[in-house]
């Protein structure tokens, strides 16, 4: 008997699998959560190619080509790095769908105007991207689980859209 967390991965990448699509995962403050619970799913290596985990904005540069601009201008938790991050994921790996986290799990960290919890998450596919703010409670690991949750549900409503 499965969990419906195993259903979500699976059917995501069932649906991966039916568009005949790839995806690769830049996660910031889920740490890799994301990769895991899509790799869990036998034969996961028909869709994903591949994940980072880009803490630092050094890394989001180095391994994503984000600009510094967008960091320094907008910070490393915004809409703007984390179009930028599934873009950047997208691009370096050349796979079909982008898929990037970027928040605040706590229970430090938080800034003016960016409360612990604050999470974005962005999906760049070749004709688009979009990103959604989410505003999550309860503690680091909770924070991270609904992150990681909210990520492949993104996901999975836009791959049964197209």
């Not at 630092?56 to 601009?69: A, F, G, H, I, M």
């Not at 706590?106 to 998450?121: A, H, Q, T």
């Amino acid at each position: 008997m499965s969990d419906g967390k195993e259903d979500l991965e699976k059917r995501v990448g069932d649906a991966l699998r039916e568009k005949k699509l790839n995806i690769s995962v830049a996660e910031s403050c889920t740490g890799g959560l994301i990769c895991h619970r899509i790799t869990n799913i036998p034969g996961s290596s028909d869709y994903f190619d591949r994940g980072v985990v880009v803490y630092s904005n050094n890394s989001k540069t180095q391994l994503l080509e984000v600009p510094k601009l967008i960091l320094e201008s907008f910070g490393a938790v915004s809409n703007e790095t984390a179009k930028a991050m599934a873009e950047g994921v997208k691009k370096v790996s050349r796979s079909d769908l982008g898929l990037a986290v970027t928040g605040i799990a706590g229970p430090g960290g938080e800034k003016p105007n960016k409360p612990v919890g604050l999470v974005y998450i962005g999906l760049a596919s070749n004709k688009s991207t979009m990103v959604k703010e989410f505003r999550f409670t309860g503690s680091r690991s909770e924070i991270k689980d609904q992150t990681s949750e909210e990520a492949l549900k993104m996901l999975l409503g836009f791959l049964l859209g197209i």
